[in-house]
């Protein structure tokens, strides 16, 4: 017989095994971008869908064809966010944030949906990391901001990897380049895409975004540097990220693919990951908080595609993983005791001494609140058992405790590895644990 349900094309269950390579990256960038000074921030996964429309642009792709689109029940038009910018955006400026706090530097993680061909590394729910950097000074902020990303991949074990910046211009070099691309496209309609025949309606920056065989030679051969060379502050930030020793290469062509951008875009190549090879990728947008009815403000930021950095971190083998460390804070605890003893029929007793089930108990309890991670799985007077079930579970210490144990008012305490046994008395557990080096 089949399986009746089965998850959503493109949206995956991530099971024991697995996610502990997530929970492993989601605490190096927790601490690594704390360290910084960023603060966390979590959105809602559903918002109005004109947030996005207005901020990330019809001519996109996301918005065209890729988006989760649909009414409620108050007959609104409500999207699952296909990005984390939009809705940053939106929070900071309906709570105010900027109005206690001169500039904001925050940090999010989590899933992120969009409607398109489930691929290698981008399914339809997908996931991301990422940063925003809110009224800070412009070129200092941009050359964090590339930096920060640079030495995150670094820390966590990238290797093979290529930065690639470019300079979208202000608005007037924007303006200019979109009108000499218009007249250089058109007349190449013919050899474009019809994709690229509403993007040249909608944005004409998008046609950039094509990744069919088809367009590359018109794309090639666009005039882009006649229409935008780089700015002074661009050259400034390249020459910074030289003197600090942070390989880029400058690619004219990289436009991203959100409208919002404008100045300094960046992104992130890897080997080994096929033709889907963009891991991450950000940049300057300072005129989304006023289209989105708040004060002009300078931002920039990146997102980081979850996916495909742990295929590139397991093609460079890095372990993935802070089992070791989860393991050595995992016990087990074993009671080898008849259920009457467990359940002492003295319901209306007197005295403070703690049943054997309250003393099992209450240890759990206290190991958890001190930072472990005490399991029982179920009550046998075998030893055997519970061993059998603690070395399916990897735990490294096993608790014993028994009738000789309740007698003596101790603990036995079991190491995995070595297979010695100590005896612990019973209030004196918790500093036990605490005091091994884990």
Not at 346 to 370: C, H, M, Q, W, Y
Request: proline share 5%; with cysteine.
């Amino acid at each position: 017989m089949g399986v009746k349900y089965q998850a959503l094309k493109g949206m995956e269950d991530l099971l024991p095994g697995e996610i502990e390579k997530w929970q492993w990256l989601e605490n190096k960038a927790r601490i690594f971008f704390e360290s910084y000074g960023f603060n966390e921030i979590r959105t809602p996964v559903l918002e109005s869908t004109e947030l996005f429309t207005r901020s990330i642009g019809e001519g996109s792709d996301i918005v065209h064809k890729e988006m989760f689109s649909f009414k409620d029940r108050g007959d609104r038009k409500i999207s699952l966010r296909p990005e984390m910018t939009a809705s940053v955006a939106r929070a900071v400026i309906e709570h105010g944030l900027l109005k206690t706090n001169k500039s904001l530097r925050l940090y999010y993680m989590g899933p992120m949906f969009r409607a398109e061909r489930p691929q290698a590394g981008r399914k339809r729910q997908f996931h991301q990391i990422g940063i925003e950097i809110v009224n800070e000074v412009e070129f200092l902020s941009d050359f964090d901001c590339v930096s920060l990303l640079y030495r995150f991949l670094v820390k966590v074990g990238v290797e093979n990897f290529t930065l690639k910046v470019n300079d979208l211009g202000d608005s007037a070099t924007q303006r200019k380049r979109a009108d000499q691309l218009q007249v250089y496209f058109k007349n190449k309609k013919s050899e474009l895409c019809p994709d690229c025949h509403y993007r040249l309606e909608k944005n004409v920056l998008r046609i950039f975004d094509c990744k069919k065989d088809s367009c590359q030679p018109v794309i090639d051969s666009a005039p882009w540097e006649e229409s935008a060379p780089v700015s002074q502050e661009f050259q400034k930030l390249t020459e910074l990220l030289t003197t600090q020793s942070i390989p880029y290469v400058i690619e004219r062509r990289l436009v991203r693919g959100l409208d919002y951008y404008n100045g300094v875009v960046f992104e992130v190549t890897a080997k080994g990951l096929g033709a889907q090879d963009a891991i991450a990728g950000g940049g300057r947008y300072d005129r989304l908080y006023s289209d989105l009815g708040g004060a002009p403000t300078p931002c920039t930021g990146f997102s980081i595609g979850v996916e495909r950095l742990i295929a590139a971190l397991e093609k460079a083998q890095i372990p993935l993983s802070e089992r070791k460390r989860i393991r050595e804070k995992l016990i087990y605890v074993a009671p080898l005791l008849e259920l009457e003893e467990i359940y002492p029929p003295t319901p209306n007793r007197k005295e403070k001494t703690l049943t054997p089930f309250e003393r099992v108990n209450d240890a759990i309890f206290k190991l958890g609140e001190s930072g472990f991670r005490a399991v029982l799985k179920e009550y046998s007077t075998k030893l055997s058992d519970h061993l059998k079930i603690a070395n399916k579970m990897h735990a490294k210490y096993v608790v014993i405790l028994g009738p000789d144990e309740i007698s003596k008012k101790i603990w036995k305490i079991k190491n995995m590895d070595t297979q010695e046994q100590i005896d612990v008395p019973f209030d004196d557990l918790i500093s036990h644990f605490k005091g091994i080096a884990i």
